[in-house]
């Protein structure tokens, strides 16, 4: 069956950078793009960008071009994402999804990932 | 960026009752050349990440009950649950995959009356 399994929460002090995983299974890695999304305490979804994990091609949103970077590693069916300058309003639940069939709606969903942003 | 407003932000509704939340698109988020509107709702149990329910605006998921549906097009969108189930206690979100950035609705919380 299809999983994405992320990395662990992380607290970070302003102004550093975290770097979350997303580990692939349950079909072929390479076939479909990844998004990642976030969510604040409380609040909605947000975009943040897409991976092509095969040809690791990316697009991100622009409020974080500049800030964000996101790669992948076939040898390991995993994705990162790496978001840096962090504020305490990037405190939020990461979440990588796999798109359904490369029309950017998400058919899978990892378990989310706690990045509290903390001095 | 297209916005996407929900209606209401928040509903409750008796078990076995009809829940209708809405979603207004800023934007058309119809392709006239495939006639597909790039729209799709989600719904997020607390503690957990969201699920999809319903994609090209009313094309249900596989394994999601068909009390759910989903109809509109254009600006103007609409998620039914024809009737309401306990399990259906959620938040519910649209999302426009039209043009990128992708865009989120804020959410309507949908509860048990």
């Known amino acids: 069956q299809v999983q994405l399994v992320q990395s662990g929460a992380e607290v970070k002090p302003p102004g550093a950078s975290v770097k979350v995983s997303c580990e692939a299974s349950?079909?072929?890695?390479?076939?479909?793009?990844i998004h990642w999304v976030r969510q604040a305490p409380g609040q909605g979804l947000e975009w943040l960008g897409i991976?092509?994990?095969?040809?690791?091609?990316?697009r991100f949103a622009q409020k974080f071009q500049g800030r964000v970077t996101m790669t992948s590693d076939t040898s390991t069916s995993k994705v990162y994402m790496e978001l840096g300058s962090l504020r305490s309003d990037d405190t939020a639940v990461y979440y990588c999804?796999?798109?359904?069939?490369?029309?950017?709606?998400?058919?899978?969903w990892g378990q989310g990932t706690l990045v509290t942003v903390s001095s | 960026d297209i916005v996407m407003t929900q209606s209401p932000d928040s509903l409750a509704e008796s078990l076995g009752e009809r829940a209708t939340i809405n979603c207004k698109s800023s934007?058309?988020?119809?392709?006239?050349?495939?006639?597909?509107?790039?729209l799709a709702w989600y719904q997020q149990k607390p503690g957990q990440p969201p699920k999809l329910l319903i994609y090209?605006?009313?094309t249900r998921e596989s394994g999601v009950p068909d009390r759910f549906s989903g109809s509109g097009s254009g600006t103007d969108f609409t998620l039914t649950i024809s009737s309401l189930q306990a399990e259906d206690v959620a938040v519910y979100y649209c999302?426009?995959?039209?043009?990128?950035?992708?865009?989120f609705g804020q959410g309507t919380k949908l509860e048990i009356k």
């Open positions: 999804a796999r798109d359904k069939g490369g029309d950017h709606y998400f058919d899978y």
């Open positions: 349950g079909y072929t890695f390479t076939t479909y793009f």
């Open positions: 991976i092509n994990p095969g040809g690791g091609g990316t």
């Open positions: 934007q058309s988020v119809l392709y006239n050349s495939n006639n597909k509107n790039y």
């Open positions: 090209w605006a009313s």
């Open positions: 999302q426009q995959y039209y043009t990128s950035p992708s865009t």
